[in-house]
Nanobody, 126 residues
Framework: QVRLVESGGGLVQTGGSLRLSCAAS????????MGWFRQAPGKEREFVAA???????????DSVKGRFTISRDSRDSAQNTVYLQMNSLKPEDTAVYYC????????????????WGQGTQVTVSS
């Protein structure tokens, strides 16, 4: 059983920064990529960023490119941690952010995600 636990959400002013963390425990397959989605009220869940198992491949949504940075720590085989550093935050970044894990090929689509975290709220005030 894989478990993803997010932390680091909160309230920040426009232009501010937040760092989200996601601790993944349990059985993570060697090819598992990890990433982040978000969902704002009344909107569909959307892809934010993904990183491959090795960390060599990274993919961002256009809306966050240049502002967000995804990274991961896979040194401990029993637990993986993925981070999302969010800078220059805007009110439109307000959403519940979900940590994800799954195969790299389809990580940008909700149907391609195998595991979801419970979500953490990020609110950016104007």
């Amino acid at each position: 059983q894989v478990r993803l636990v997010e932390s680091g959400g909160g309230l920040v002013q426009t232009g501010g920064s937040l760092r989200l963390s996601c601790a993944a425990s349990g059985r993570i397959f060697s090819s598992a990529a990890m990433g982040w989605f978000r969902q704002a009220p009344g909107k569909e869940r959307e892809f934010v960023a993904a990183i491959s198992w090795s960390g060599e491949s990274i993919y961002y949504a256009d809306s966050v490119k240049g502002r967000f940075t995804i990274s991961r720590d896979s040194r401990d085989s029993a637990q993986n941690t993925v981070y999302l550093q969010m800078n220059s935050l805007k009110p439109e970044d307000t959403a519940v952010y979900y940590c994800t894990a799954g195969g790299w090929v389809n990580m940008a689509t909700p149907d391609g995600v195998d595991y979801w975290g419970q979500g953490t709220q990020v609110t950016v005030s104007s």
